[in-house]
């Protein structure tokens, strides 16, 4: 009798029972990162705004104050008329309600702006005075 090429059931079904346990593990370790990397995502979405109007402020010689209370935040122009704004992802909120100023040459006081979400992760938008960048803490 002729040995015809290929794999048994029993081979394909033992491969496919250890692929399925090896998934297991890694849908477990994984669904660990996700609020973590939400969160850090938003945080980096919200600083490179605040760098926009940081820049929009100096460009447009006039002053923008960035308020932020909840899930939201918004940007309004120094005639109180709302120029943008925006929401965290789901379950992420601001630490505290606030607001940051950038006048006209684009300075603001120094600050931090913690953000949470509510598996407990927390991470820190950190505002200088006179650069346009932002640090994460």
Known sequence: MKRRAGFTLIELTVVLAVVVVL?????????????RQSLNASARAFG??????????????????????????SVTSSADERVSGGTLG??????????????????????????RHKSGDRVAVVVDALLSGVKYE
Do not use: H, M, N
């Open 90 to 115: 789901f379950g992420q909120t601001f630490e505290e309600a606030g607001e940051l100023v950038f006048d006209r040459r684009g300075v603001a006081d120094p600050r931090a702006i913690g953000l």
């Open 23 to 35: 998934s297991g593990f890694l849908v477990l370790r994984v669904s660990g990162w996700t609020p």
């Open 48 to 73: 490179g705004a605040l760098g926009v109007w940081r820049e929009r402020a100096r460009f447009d010689e006039t002053t923008y104050r960035v308020a932020w209370k909840e899930r939201a935040w």
